[in-house]
């Protein structure tokens, strides 16, 4: 059995070493150029190993690079170069591509999967003049983010992309200025206190990164109960109150007439503290930030906010003909953050 695997090993091209160990050849990218890479231990789904570059008619090694982490797939009995499903799928252990967009094609050699949630990771080497140079910067973007960037041949742009759980992500674009990779976009959106979503886009106008910040509420979210909202013409805004299904509370927020949350209550809140009061009377629900004074009324027909803020108290009748759900409704539920009176 032991020889028949051997045999089969060097029938698909691979140098063949006990207890498992393999290097293979890796060929077909370049004319001037071939790949070898070492696996430790093939009977792993990943093993600690070495990929190497080496020049074609002198046979001299170009690069080598360490990895704590390698896996392969084989195709039609090979190990291919060039393949990057981004972000998280198949990825080539030698990438053979023009990063730096002058003309010439670069590496990235898997070094292990480093990058966020296990995802692989590279190093970068840019060809120059005197052969092929590390790039830290380079390096950098197939480092810290979740796999390897992306390139935009075209439109000479490189992306990249992070997350953090399910809520969280990021998305960036650079140019290359100076042969080093140069910020001009990021598109941020967090989730994290779903259904409120922030979303930031940062953007280079020539001088600075100019930021503009967005807040919306997902009222179809999964993760709301029930919720009580209308519209007060008087300000053309909608005032929401809902049921938060994960942490059973109570929240409140404001939006204007673009779909933008201007106000959301409570911010941070300590689980199970009493920030709401219901009076189930009268039909009101009352809170209080640092700034004023609210209450929520829904009672015979008439449905409204009153604010009071620095003594003076306003008064933003809502339209009845706006009106979803109903506060009575919302609080049958016993939720963590209400007073019942």
């Known amino acids: 059995m032991k020889r028949m695997l051997i045999l089969c090993l060097a029938l698909l091209g691979w140098i063949y070493s006990a207890f498992g160990q393999a290097t293979f050849k890796i060929d077909g990218f370049s004319k001037q150029y071939y ?3 070492y696996f430790s231990d093939t009977t792993e789904i990943t093993s600690e190993g070495w990929v190497e570059v080496y020049d074609r008619v002198t046979e001299k090694k170009l690069i080598h690079v360490d990895a704590d982490e390698l896996s392969f797939n ?25 990063y730096n967009f002058d003309g010439k094609k670069d ?22 003049k005197n052969g092929f140079v590390y790039s830290d910067s380079f390096t950098r973007l197939a480092q810290d983010y979740c796999g390897m960037f992306s390139v935009d041949h075209e439109n000479e742009i ?25 910020l001009i976009s990021s598109y941020t959106v967090d989730g994290q206190n779903d259904p ?12 600075k990164m100019v930021e503009t910040v967005s807040t919306s509420i997902e009222l179809e979210s999964e993760n709301i109960k029930e919720y009580f ?19 059973r509370m109570l929240y409140y927020a404001i939006t204007n007439d673009k779909g933008n949350v201007e106000l959301y209550y409570p911010v941070d809140s300590p689980y199970k503290s009493p920030d709401f009061r219901y ?3 009268n039909g009101k629900v ?9 209450t929520i009324y829904d009672k015979a027909g008439n449905i409204g906010i009153d604010i009071t803020f620095k003594g003076k108290t306003h008064h933003w009748k809502g339209n009845s003909k706006s009106r979803r759900g109903s506060i009575g409704k919302l609080l049958k539920a016993k939720l963590d953050n209400v007073v019942y009176r």
């Not at 590496?107 to 120059?128: E, T, V």
């Not at 409120?196 to 001088?207: A, N």
């Open 158 to 182: 490189i992306s990249t992309m992070v997350k953090s759980g399910c809520c969280w992500h990021q998305f960036s674009n650079y140019i290359v200025k100076n042969n080093e990779p140069k």
């Open 286 to 294: 009352s809170f209080k930030n640092k700034d004023a004074y609210y």
């Open 196 to 207: 409120i979503y922030i979303e930031r886009t940062k953007e280079w106008d020539g001088k």
């Open 229 to 247: 909202k209308f519209h007060v013409d008087k300000v053309n805004k909608d005032i929401i109150l809902y049921y938060n299904i994960n942490d």
């Open 279 to 281: 009076d189930k009377t």
């Open 74 to 98: 084989l195709h039609d009995g090979e190990l291919k170069a060039d393949i990057a499903e981004i972000p998280y799928g198949e990825h080539s252990v030698l990438l053979y591509k023009d």
């Open 35 to 37: 790949g070898k890479v």
């Open 107 to 128: 590496f990235a050699i898997m070094d292990g999967f480093n990058s966020c949630y296990h995802g692989p990771s590279f190093q970068i080497y840019l060809a120059s």
